[in-house]
């Protein structure tokens, strides 16, 4: 018991040590605590500098998996479970049908079948773009015209503008002002039959 007695003193000591240190500052302690017994340190005590790079030493260790997802899991994620969600069997209902083509896509994007005349017609105007203008730097405005549309416009129309002619009639669905609605009519049947089939 008396082991532990003088053990626990000692720890006081220590720590009035510590705390009369940093009381102090740097500077020495007075003279009047030697003459009690508390021996101290003359010396200010060396502290390192502090460093991010001994804290972190060669880097962190992020939340990374530890184990690797099993082939079981893997496919119950990917293809449901028969017992659960069976994810293969599982029915679209997102699909509608196309009043003009007639093929199948989903709900809330363009058919790309009726698409793919609009890609093919862009694809056409650029090439003529590309072959009257030769890639030069537009500082003009550039107006595309069909076959049979500039009779009809005064010159003044034209003027300060690159015009680029298409040898061919405008399609009935490419109206000339984009901001109106399109001149073919919606269509009245429900049953439609797909075309340009083989």
């Not at 199948?104 to 017609?121: F, N, S, W």
């Not at 001149?183 to 089939?197: C, F, G, H, I, Y």
């Amino acid at each position: 018991m008396s082991v532990s007695l003088l053990s626990r003193i000692n720890v006081t000591v220590q720590r009035f040590k510590q705390a009369l240190i940093y009381t102090f500052g740097k500077g020495y302690p007075p003279d009047a605590f030697c003459l009690v017994g508390i021996e101290l340190d003359r010396n200010p005590p060396n502290v390192a500098p502090f460093s991010i790079k001994d804290l972190i030493g060669n880097g962190f260790l992020w939340a990374v998996p530890k184990h690797r997802r099993s082939v079981e899991k893997r496919w119950k994620r990917k293809f449901g479970d028969p017992d659960y969600i069976w994810k293969l069997l599982r029915p679209r209902k997102d699909l509608r049908t196309c009043n003009v083509c007639g093929d199948d896509h989903e709900a809330g994007v363009l058919c790309p079948t009726c698409y793919k005349k609009v890609i093919d017609e862009t694809k056409a105007m650029q090439d003529q773009i590309q072959n009257e203008l030769k890639l030069e730097p537009v500082e003009k405005e550039v107006v595309v015209l069909y076959q049979g549309e500039k009779v009809g416009k005064p010159e003044e129309f034209f003027k300060g503008k690159r015009i680029v002619e298409m040898q061919k009639e405008r399609p009935a669905w490419f109206s000339k002002n984009l901001l109106q609605e399109t001149t073919q009519k919606n269509a009245t049947t429900k049953e439609v039959k797909p075309s340009d089939l083989g």
